[in-house]
């Protein structure tokens, strides 16, 4: 399992230890929310952050991707993000197919 994979499973680990991250919200606020932290994703790299900074946006969305898609019964499993770009974009895909389309900020019913 490769670091990142090992990290994202701990944020999510650590947040069912602590009962964080709005659990029982409507998915279509923990929609709203992803659509904002993938914009701030799809910044600029250039712009001046630290690598750690961008390692944390990066663990928020996903660990957010991740919860979503668990709540709708994709199966989301943080191992599988050994290459974060290609799982975020399969579950992104997953989510459209459902009716969720995160890149438009919300859910067809």
Request: overall charge negative.
């Amino acid at each position: 399992m490769s670091m990142y994979a090992q990290l994202l499973t701990m944020a999510l680990a650590d947040e069912a230890d602590l009962d964080l991250g709005g659990h029982d919200a409507p998915v279509d606020e923990l929609v709203v929310e992803l659509a904002a932290k993938r914009r701030v994703l799809a910044r600029d790299p250039e712009l001046a952050r630290s690598a750690v900074s961008e390692i944390a946006r990066q663990l928020s969305y996903d660990a957010q991707l991740v919860r979503i898609c668990r709540r709708l019964g994709i199966a989301a499993d943080p191992a599988h993000f050994e290459q974060p770009e290609r799982e975020r974009e399969r579950l992104e895909e997953l989510l459209a197919a459902e009716g969720v389309e995160v890149r438009r900020q919300g859910r067809r019913d």
